[in-house]
């Protein structure tokens, strides 16, 4: 068992071909199969080998999305693919280095659909004659650490500004590539020139991997290219993906590897990176419910529904960054083809009513609609390429149904499209804030219904 994590998880030996064979496609086919099987019984859903091929591909291309799980559900299936992507690199380094081959290659692992190609691809070659090569250690003494450690922030910095722009202005997405390879790519980079000439520890070299990627995001807000929301709601994933990039850099620059791939390797996988995810976009609706139970009857929670009174409760949570939030709401007309203004922060949403069906059910759609938050900027408000369109709402609903206590529950769904990736990702935030701004409404629905009910009674 120990020889199997030393394996998996410590960045230090060599793999032949076939160990290599035997502990990629074993891991590979077995948490396929724990996933599927428990996507299978969850949802009665059948996950096909192709899907899998690429998690994060398959889930931007909403193949989960129709089963509707839970939130939990979601951020457990994020923080479970992690492991592998570990394991996944450490096992291609140590390929790679058994082959002769240089370290580098092991930023292939982050190529859609191609690096299944580069795997196979290193189950041909046999073992190299191994060239003992001095292998660096911890010192005390370092001439160049701070000039190296300028160097190291310098090139994350300048990996993340080119990913960012061919992300966003080039390919027109704000891709998987950007949010998880290039975070990786800073963290491995900064990471090796920060111990090339002596190793100064991967607590060290993990803290300025953060400092590193802290600098780049301060550089977007800067240059006002992306504003402090965004870059909070991307820091869980792109630190956790960078701190991992850390520690292969050292170890990389523990090995000596010579840096001229990567000058070779960084722009060819970002391009065609950024190349798959655009291919690979989402066209899914998603959606998200939310209820509540009230204590009156769906006779008076409809007419509270229809008469929405202002709320007076404060922002909290997500809302005080600046993320849009419900103020009130009015419907002109009745009926369908009556008109909702809900008033948020930013601005109104335009919502044509399509159901009527009292006091049962209203549907709307979502005609026009206010950015989704205001960023945070030292420029005052600005006007960042994600706030138009990559997020929008489609329609949404509330049923009210009578409970056998005689109290109702109102049930809010909101439909929506993301064109952020990894879509799994920014569902989970996503789900968040609606869920959030749903209670919002809800509970307001609750106040005014309860005191009317109590004061007819």
Not at 155 to 162: K, L, P, Y
Not at 267 to 296: H, R, V, W, Y
């Amino acid at each position: 068992m120990k020889e199997i994590i030393s394996l998996l998880f410590k960045l230090e030996g060599r793999v032949d071909r076939k160990t290599y064979l035997i502990a990629g496609f074993g891991l590979m086919f077995g948490k396929y199969l724990i996933d599927s099987l428990v996507i299978f019984f969850l949802y009665d859903i059948y996950w096909s080998p192709i899907d899998y091929l690429s998690p994060f591909i398959s889930m931007d291309r909403g193949f989960i999305y129709p089963l509707k799980p839970s939130q939990t559900f979601y951020i457990f299936f994020l923080i479970w693919t992690l492991p592998f992507i570990w394991i996944g690199v450490n096992l291609m380094m140590k390929r790679l280095l058994d082959a002769g081959k240089s370290p580098w290659y092991a930023l292939f692992f982050f190529a859609p659909i191609l690096n299944y190609f580069v795997m196979l691809a290193l189950t041909i070659p046999e073992s190299a004659k191994i060239i003992t090569k001095k292998i660096q250690s911890e010192s005390k003494e370092i001439t160049n650490s701070i000039s190296n450690a300028l160097y190291g922030i310098l090139a994350g910095i300048v990996i993340a500004a080119v990913a960012f722009v061919c992300s966003i202005y080039l390919f027109d997405i704000y891709s998987t590539t950007l949010f998880i390879s290039t975070p990786f790519f800073v963290g491995i980079t900064a990471s090796y020139f920060l111990n090339k000439d002596g190793l100064v520890g991967q607590g060290k070299s993990f803290s300025h991997t953060m400092f590193t990627l802290a600098l780049a995001s301060g550089t977007a807000i800067l240059f006002a290219a992306e504003g402090f929301v965004c870059i909070l709601l991307s820091a869980p994933i792109a630190l956790t993906v960078g701190g991992l990039g850390s520690f292969f850099g050292y170890h990389v620059a523990r090995l000596r590897a010579n840096r001229k791939q990567l000058l070779v390797l960084f722009p060819l996988l970002l391009l065609f990176g950024l190349s798959a995810d655009k291919l690979f976009t989402n066209n899914s609706t998603m959606s998200i419910t939310t209820q509540i139970e009230i204590e009156a009857s769906k006779e008076i929670v409809w007419d509270e529904f229809i008469d929405f009174k202002t709320i007076e409760d404060e922002p909290s949570g997500f809302f005080k960054l600046g993320l849009a939030y419900p103020i009130s709401a009015r419907i002109e007309g009745e009926g369908v083809g009556a008109i909702r203004y809900c008033e948020f922060s930013t601005g109104d949403f335009v919502e044509p009513i399509t159901t009527w069906d009292y006091p049962n059910l209203i549907q709307f759609d979502v005609l026009e609609q206010p950015q989704p938050l205001q960023e945070w900027s030292p420029y005052g408000k600005i006007v960042t390429p994600h706030l138009d369109n990559y997020f929008r709402s489609i329609k949404g609903e509330f049923k009210l149904e009578t409970l056998p206590n005689g109290n109702t529950v109102i049930i809010g769904t909101t439909w929506y499209k993301n064109e952020m990736y990894p879509a799994l990702y920014w569902k989970v935030i996503a789900d968040k804030i609606l869920s959030d701004i749903h209670l919002r409404v809800l509970k307001q629905i609750k106040t005014q219904s309860e005191i009317r009910s109590k004061t007819e009674n």
